[in-house]
């Protein structure tokens, strides 16, 4: 069945960066429309950003200028890099692809932002 695997999560001081992976199967991302959100404990999972197959993004106000999301069709994976991290940005990461009738999501990776 598709999968999306995230990777890159981790513990960072603030001010520094990250850049999350996402790598899809079963699944030939270059058609979809892709985003990735994040849940905070005690939050409503919220959107970050999205890509569209065209390579057209949008991001959420809390991220613009630090973020940037992309995607390399030919390996089949999306990214997020994450700079200027603050720790209001610490939640678990998960990337998913819109789909009509069944989005599919992946499993997240923890990303804590902390001195």
């Known amino acids: 069945q598709v999968q999306l695997v995230e990777s890159g999560g981790g513990l960072v001081q603030p001010g520094g960066s990250l850049r999350l992976s996402c790598a899809a199967s079963?699944?030939?991302?270059?058609?979809?429309?892709m985003g990735w959100y994040r849940q905070a404990p005690g939050k409503q999972r919220e959107l970050v950003a999205t890509?569209?197959?065209?390579?057209?993004?949008n991001y959420a106000d809390s991220v613009k200028g630090r973020f940037t999301i992309s995607r390399d069709n030919a390996k089949n994976t999306m990214y997020l890099q994450m700079n200027s991290l603050k720790p209001e940005d610490t939640a678990v990461y998960y990337c998913?692809?819109?789909?009509?009738?069944?989005?599919?999501w992946g499993q997240g990776t923890q990303v804590t932002v902390s001195s």
């Open positions: 079963k699944i030939i991302i270059s058609i979809y429309v």
């Open positions: 890509i569209s197959s065209g390579g057209y993004t």
């Open positions: 998913k692809i819109f789909r009509s009738g069944a989005d599919y």
